[in-house]
């Protein structure tokens, strides 16, 4: 090798070294840019409503698990309310001009001889007062224990304080306070500054809690009928999601059918915590595909085609063999929908709609087959669990009232799903009960057409009994 062919090759050789140069500071500058933008979104990763302006709503659940143990460290210990003397608070009476209703309340026998007492008003008359809200506007109801004096034997009897009213508020206004804080979810707080801005109605956020507590009480019995009727039903709807309990995850599951809707705040998901939850096992289930369900016989079960759906859409939007066999899922599942929404028009006969839907059967089922032999990551698996549920995926064909889809829990369950984001879910086992309870009382109210507050008022002034609130099927 002669010395021009040696330069030759040199200077090639430094020519690649400039340009690999070139190409280590043009990637080196690369990486710089990317680091600061790695850097800026691990910040707004890190960010939550304790080190940020973000509000505490839009934080995981891990972090407000991490702020709840922080304030609980940062605590004084004490228990929450009212703490050992201090000083109370205490409903003051309103004054005469102010009462609409004065009901006197008279001894009617001598507690010591037995005597028959006269009607007479002393002068200083054990006074309590009730706040009615009528249709009219609100009513300001006063009754009067009144001391009266034996003419036999000169003892003093007090009337009687059987007769007096349980609560200083009366049943519709019970009723519209735990219709606002257990329905329209507004806060205790609100709910305090709600009434007295439209009916100047002074309350404790105290007597709210209480109650609550007393409807809750009421509705207990409205409750576990809801659940009779549901486990009756030939036909449900199930769906559930997450809870918080004073910062503990526990489960929200509702079991929802034509005439009512039941809700449940259960420990967890699990198949044990679900078969207790759901009593007999009657009926067809509509629902996903949990395998915590499995438990229901799948000859007597119908899959979701919504979620089903969403997932076909995921597998169409990936790049190479996964992506064709998505788009190819999505477009039989278009069918299936069309074909159904074809026979609920009326468009089509049952047995026109039950003949379209056989040849899309066998193609949808061959095309799964397909996708798990084709061994792709991320499909195959998802595409096994479908074809495990085959015989929970035509329910709806093959018997009629059963739809294709769970959004009748979904909707069902949003209400309470609002409430938990407002919230962050209940601070006890108590008011775990309440939510579930009011909640299930209205909403069954509604499917049955029935007035929400006419009910609640006869159940809470005693004129209808709990079994008699719910009518069944």
């Not at 890190?46 to 080190?51: T, V």
């Not at 595409?383 to 069902?412: I, Y």
Request: glycine share 6%.
């Amino acid at each position: 090798m002669t010395q021009r062919d040696l330069q030759a090759e040199l200077e090639t050789a430094r020519v690649l070294i400039r340009q690999q140069a070139e190409q280590l500071s043009h990637l080196a500058e690369q990486n710089k840019v990317l680091a600061a933008q790695v850097e800026v979104l691990q910040e707004e990763l890190r960010k939550n409503s304790s080190n940020s302006s973000k509000p505490p709503s839009s934080d995981s659940p891990a972090q407000r698990e991490r702020n709840r143990r922080r304030r609980a460290r940062r605590s004084s210990g004490r228990r929450r309310g009212g703490q050992p003397k201090h000083k109370g608070s205490f409903r003051p009476l309103a004054s005469a001009q102010h009462v609409d209703r004065v009901v006197p309340l008279y001894p009617e026998q001598c507690i010591n001889c037995w005597g028959k007492l006269p009607q007479t008003c002393c002068d200083r008359p054990r006074r309590y007062q009730v706040v009615e809200l009528t249709r009219g506007g609100v009513e300001l109801t006063e009754y009067q224990r009144h001391l009266v004096s034996c003419p036999t034997c000169g003892f003093q009897s007090w009337a009687s304080s059987q007769g007096l009213p349980r609560s200083p508020f009366g049943p519709p206004l019970q009723c519209i306070v735990v219709m606002l804080t257990g329905v329209y979810h507004l806060s205790r707080r609100q709910t305090q500054r709600l009434l007295h801005d439209l009916w100047e109605i002074r309350i404790s956020l105290g007597a709210i809690s209480a109650i609550e507590r007393r409807m809750s009480r009421l509705l207990a019995p409205v409750y576990e009928r809801a659940k009779e009727l549901a486990d009756d039903a030939p036909i449900k709807h199930t769906d559930g999601t997450g809870w918080r309990q004073a910062g503990c995850a526990l489960q929200l599951w509702t079991v929802a059918t034509r005439t009512v809707t039941v809700f449940s705040i259960v420990k967890d998901g699990s198949a044990v915590t679900l078969r207790a939850l759901f009593g007999r096992i009657k009926g067809i289930l509509i629902s996903d595909r949990a395998k915590a369900i499995n438990f229901w016989k799948m000859n007597r079960r119908q899959i979701c085609w919504s979620h089903l759906l969403r997932k076909f859409i995921a597998f169409s939007e990936r790049d190479g063999p996964a992506g064709r066999i998505g788009a190819e899922l999505v477009e039989h599942a278009a069918v299936v929908f069309a074909t159904y929404r074809a026979w609920q028009r009326g468009d089509i006969s049952r047995r026109v709609f039950r003949q379209r839907m056989a040849p899309v059967r066998l193609h949808l089922e061959a095309l799964l087959q397909r996708a798990v032999d084709a061994d792709i990551e991320r499909l195959s698996g998802s595409c096994a669990d479908m074809l495990a549920h085959k015989q929970a995926l035509w329910t709806f064909v093959d018997r009629r009232g059963v739809e294709p889809s769970n959004n009748h829990a979904e909707r069902e369950l949003r209400a309470f799903v609002l409430c938990r984001k407002r919230s962050f879910g209940a601070d006890s086992d108590q008011g775990n009960r309440f939510a579930e309870r009011i909640m299930t009382t209205v909403h069954s109210l509604r499917k049955q057409s029935r007035p929400v507050l006419t009910a609640l008022e006869a159940l809470a002034d005693g004129s209808l009994p709990a079994q008699q609130v719910l009518a069944a099927a």
